[in-house]
């Protein structure tokens, strides 16, 4: 009896120290500011729409001329992804379709992109895409930007 009490209050402790380190994490992420709730999908094959597999939810940085995208259920201290602003080529914007409308948050605009030769989508808020594509045009003078 006391042996399984002791095994019970150690997963209890595990999984209180598991949350706060994802709270910390998340914490330390937005401690530098400019910061957005953001989903990432790579590898997308050009005028295909594969539903809703394959969106990470994610948090995004402003680092200077970078934007790190973070995965929201990680304990890794490090971005998963790296954009930075001169290799970013946006394609075009569109609403969430079928089963992407539930993977995604309720007010998500989807970003196409180009990264060095890789599709990827970025899905955030009208209002986080506003500031990244602001962010985008406010390139150093000659760094080439396209913005479509």
């Excluded at 001329?65 to 490090?78: G, M, N």
């Amino acid at each position: 009896m006391v042996l399984a009490l002791t095994v019970c209050g150690i997963v209890v402790l595990l999984v209180v120290v598991g949350l706060f380190v994802f709270g910390l994490r998340r914490r330390l992420i937005q401690r530098s500011g400019g910061t957005f709730d953001c989903s990432l999908r790579q590898g997308v094959p050009e005028g295909t729409d594969t539903g809703g597999k394959g969106w990470g939810y994610g948090v995004a940085r402003y680092s200077g001329d970078r934007v790190e995208w973070f995965r929201v259920f990680s304990y890794a201290p490090r971005p998963r992804q790296v954009l930075e602003r001169s290799a970013i080529e946006v394609a075009g914007r569109r609403l969430p379709e079928g089963e992407e409308e539930l993977a995604l948050l309720s007010d998500a605009v989807v970003l196409a992109c180009v990264h060095r030769g890789t599709r990827l989508e970025l899905a955030m808020s009208e209002d986080a895409l506003t500031g990244f594509l602001a962010w985008l045009e406010a390139a150093p003078p000659g760094q080439r930007v396209n913005v479509a």
